[in-house]
């Protein structure tokens, strides 16, 4: 162990998801918990600021975006019954609640993934991976039973892991079956968390046991 860092001494959270920024800082969330945390990752672990967002956070995920030639960060945070958009120091952009239609888009947003495209990706607890845009329209579903994390590659394939089945799957940027990535035949058990490396072409896959497996891409 290189760092540690308590985030919270005096009332013990349950980490939840973790999103890079950028090269020194990464998004941190809390199961049961009203705060955000910006961590700086260079030089040890410190906590950069935190945001009060009002809701129990659940998946997060972060959008960096060009806009008038300038970039842009946006922070995208699911809780339960739906989706929201703020900026880097926690200011509303856009409450994403319900679709066009006034429907609720989903119940329990537990993890969410930027596409290249700037699209929100959304893997709902019990039955669908979810793929909507900033403006809340909804592009596809994927139905699928207990998804759980995803990441995307630079082309916009998605990695998706199925905690039940013991799978990684591949799934177009349409929203299509593409093929199985990793099964029980690859020592995969309980898979929930990943992160693809698109430089280094490795997938991070977290299990629900605690152990982190890395898989070369090839």
């Given at each position: 162990m290189s760092c540690r860092l308590v985030i919270n001494e005096t009332s013990p959270i349950s980490i939840g998801r973790i999103e890079k920024i950028n090269e020194t800082q990464i998004l941190l969330s809390?199961?049961?918990?009203?705060t955000l945390y910006i961590i700086n990752v260079n030089n040890g672990l410190s906590i950069h600021t935190t945001i009060d967002t009002g809701k129990?956070?659940?998946?997060?995920?972060?959008?960096?975006?060009r806009t008038h030639s300038a970039p842009e960060t946006r922070l995208v945070i699911g809780y339960n019954q739906g989706l929201s958009i703020i900026d880097i120091d926690g200011?509303?952009?856009r409450n994403m609640d319900i679709s066009n239609d006034g429907k609720p888009y989903i119940s329990d947003p537990w993890y969410q993934a930027i596409t290249p495209?700037?699209?929100?990706l959304v893997s709902h607890k019990d039955d669908c991976l979810l793929c909507v845009t900033q403006k809340r329209e909804v592009l596809w579903k994927y139905p699928t039973e207990d998804p759980a994390g995803l990441d995307c590659d630079v082309q916009g394939n998605i990695y998706l892991t199925l905690c039940d089945e013991n799978k990684v799957i591949l799934v177009s940027p349409d929203g299509e079956f593409i093929k199985d990535v990793l099964s029980a035949d690859d020592?995969?058990?309980k898979p929930r968390g990943i992160c693809y490396d698109s430089v280094k072409k490795r997938l991070y896959v977290a299990e629900l046991d605690g152990l982190i497996?890395?898989?070369?891409?090839k």
């Open positions: 809390a199961f049961g918990c009203q129990y956070n659940r998946g997060n995920g972060v959008i960096r975006a200011g509303m952009v495209t700037c699209n929100i020592n995969i058990k497996k890395v898989f070369e891409h």
